[in-house]
């Protein structure tokens, strides 16, 4: 049986701590789906082409990696493409808070589907999109916090 995850998120920008879950995750899959929501709802600062371009060259050397983008619920996007298992990031307690609710209402929804987490590197767990973000409308070099990469 393939065992199939898929990683949501808006990744703008994706981050080290993104990447490095990511790839913490690898063995335990035999691919993981890296999913760009495009949310109409959200004012993203990098548009989807780029976040997408940003993605792919991150997993660029990762055949077990594929990188897509969705829209609607992510439980139906996990059906669609076969993957029982969520993948989520925690970096502290909040994260935890948040992610609780969501990982048990998408398990009551859909009880085949399994969230897994895992714990963000202490090196990575202060690393922030949405701090990212602020800092690069401040033009503030934020190379050390994206994938070695990712350049813009
Ligand atoms: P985005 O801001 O790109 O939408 P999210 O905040 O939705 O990303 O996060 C996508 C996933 O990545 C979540 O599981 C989140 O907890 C995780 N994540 C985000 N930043 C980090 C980090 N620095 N370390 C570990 N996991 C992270």
Redesign the pocket.
């Known amino acids: 049986m393939n065992r199939i995850a898929v ?6 920008p994706i ?1 080290r ?2 990447e ?2 990511v790839m913490r995750a690898l063995p335990l899959f035999d691919q993981i789906i890296v999913a760009i929501g495009i949310n109409t709802g959200k004012q993203c600062l990098f548009p989807i082409d780029k976040r997408l371009e940003f993605v792919k060259t991150t997993f660029a050397n990762s055949s077990k990696i594929i990188v897509k983008t969705y829209d609607g619920l992510t439980i139906d996007f996990c059906k669609e493409n076969n993957a029982k298992f969520i993948l ?4 502290n307690a909040i ?1 935890f808070e948040y ?1 609780k609710n969501i990982a048990i209402t998408n398990n009551d929804l859909s009880p085949d589907i399994e969230t897994i987490f895992m714990i ?1 590197a202490p090196e ?2 202060h ?4 701090i990212i973000r602020e800092l690069i409308k401040m033009e503030t070099d934020v190379s050390k916090y994206l994938p070695q990469n990712i350049k813009f």
């Open positions: 990683f949501v998120g808006s990744f703008d981050t701590g993104h490095e879950i989520r990031g925690l970096r994260d992610e963000s990575y767990s690393i922030n999109a949405s």
